[in-house]
C-alpha cells in the first residue's frame, strides 16, 4: 500500500497564500482522485476539495486544488488567508481496493 | 438538511464489546455507500470501514478485520458498527461519512460527516 505524507505544519499571516503538498509514496497520484479535509478544533471534518481540484458548493474559491505527476504529490492552496481558516487539513486518496487513505494532517497557523 | 448523527460511544474495557449507531436523515441512505472513520486522540483520520447501500459488500482496515462489523438498517436509516475485543489502540473519536455520490462506490471521497462519538478503552 502507499502513504500520504503532509508536512506537520505550516504557518502564514492573515491575507497570504499558503500552499500545502500532499505526497504519494507509490503509485501515481493521477491513478485515484485526491481530497481534502479542513477540520476545525473539535469539530468534524468538512470537504474543501473533492476529485483533485473540485470546490463543494459553499466553499469560497479561496481554496483550490490541484496534482503535479511530475512530483507526484497533490496540494492545497489558500489564497487571502483568513484567521477562520486555521484548522487541520488531511488529504485523502484511495488505494487499488478503492479504500481511503488519508493523510497524516497539517495543522495550518494563520499568525 | 442532510445530518449524521452517531452515537454508542463511551468508556469499555480492553476485551469489551460496544456498538455505534449512526442516524441518518434529510437523504436517502440506501443509495449511498457508508463508511466509518476514526480518529484517535491528537492524532490523523483513519479510515474503518466502508458498506455498500444494500449491505452486501464490506470492507474493513486490517487492523480490525475479524472484530469489527459494519451493517445498516436502511428501513430505519440506520448504519451501525458492531466492535468487538476492544483494545487500547481502538480508542479514538468514529465519525460516519456519506460516499460523495449516490448509486455507486465513488473515490471522491466524502460529502457528509457526522459530529463523531467517542469511545474510550481502558481498564
Known amino acids: 500500500n502507499f502513504m500520504l505524507t503532509q508536512p506537520h505544519s505550516v504557518s502564514e499571516s492573515p491575507g497570504k497564500t499558503v500552499t500545502i503538498p500532499c505526497t504519494r509514496s507509490?503509485?501515481?497520484?493521477?491513478?485515484?482522485?485526491v481530497q481534502w479535509y479542513q477540520q476545525r478544533p473539535g469539530s468534524a471534518p468538512s470537504t474543501v476539495i473533492y476529485e483533485d481540484n473540485q470546490r463543494p458548493s459553499g466553499v469560497p474559491d479561496r481554496f483550490s486544488g490541484s496534482i503535479d505527476r511530475s512530483s507526484n504529490s497533490a496540494s492545497l492552496t489558500i489564497s487571502g488567508l483568513k484567521t477562520e481558516d486555521e484548522a487541520d487539513y488531511y488529504c485523502q486518496s484511495y488505494d487499488n481496493s478503492n479504500h481511503a487513505v488519508f493523510g497524516g494532517g497539517t495543522q495550518l497557523t494563520v499568525l | 438538511e442532510v445530518q449524521l448523527v452517531e452515537s454508542g460511544g463511551g468508556l469499555v474495557q480492553p476485551g469489551g464489546s460496544l456498538r455505534l449507531s449512526c442516524a441518518a436523515s434529510g437523504f436517502t441512505l440506501s443509495i449511498y455507500w457508508m463508511t466509518w472513520v476514526r480518529q484517535a486522540p491528537g492524532k490523523g483520520l483513519e479510515w474503518v470501514a466502508n458498506i455498500k447501500q444494500d449491505g452486501s459488500e464490506k470492507y474493513y482496515v486490517d487492523s480490525v478485520k475479524g472484530r469489527f462489523t459494519i451493517s445498516r438498517d436502511n428501513a430505519k436509516n440506520s448504519l451501525h458498527l458492531q466492535m468487538n475485543s476492544l483494545r487500547a489502540e481502538d480508542t479514538a473519536v468514529y465519525y460516519c461519512a456519506r460516499d460523495f455520490y449516490p448509486y455507486y462506490s465513488s473515490s471522491s471521497g466524502y460529502d457528509y460527516w457526522g459530529q463523531g462519538t467517542l469511545v474510550s478503552v481502558s481498564s
Open positions: 507509490s503509485g501515481s497520484i493521477a491513478s485515484n482522485y
